[in-house]
């Protein structure tokens, strides 16, 4: 990888593991639930089911696992959590140790970045579940949010670069660096 780009890539790479920290311990949103004409009532019979609830994103997979919906919550966190941290220890070692990281890793690298966007079709998902609940209930997306899809943009355009500098270095998998002043 070229010196200065590698040096893009691996800043990009810090500030998307920062982001995706942040995502992690922050908000990422507030549910307000509401009883439509009802809301009144249930106030008055049980008014802990209308309180405003923030979750964080391993906050919510422990109450889907708390909740019985193990599957659901195990999807959640390998997409979530697993994917991504795989997905950023792969970029910042290939950063810091070019031509270490063998084609093996490589080709592994390229199919954990095809679902690099799947964190965000979760949150949109969870936030298109509680826009269905009961007229009233309406969702407030917190700064984790934010953090979050600033992680997996960031991530994005590292692993596009870093991919598009790999495959320049491991030319046809055999890992020698090709030489683009012999090819102008």
Known sequence: MKTHLRHIVSWLVLLSSVAFGAGLVLPLLTIQPGAGAWTALVRLVAA???????????GGIYELWEGGEVCLALLLGLVSLVLPVVKLSVLWWECN???????AWFRFF??????????VFVIALLVMVVKTLPSGS???????????ALSVILSLVASQWSA???ARYYENGTG???????AA
């Open 48 to 58: 802990d089911q209308l309180r405003p609830h923030s979750l964080t994103l391993p």
């Open 164 to 166: 598009s500098l790999l």
């Open 110 to 119: 390229q199919a954990v970045s095809r679902y690099a966007m799947l964190e």
């Open 138 to 148: 309406h969702v407030t997306l917190h700064l984790g949010t934010a953090a979050f």
């Open 176 to 182: 020698v660096e090709k030489d683009e002043s012999k």
């Open 97 to 103: 140790m070019i031509g270490g990281i063998g084609v």
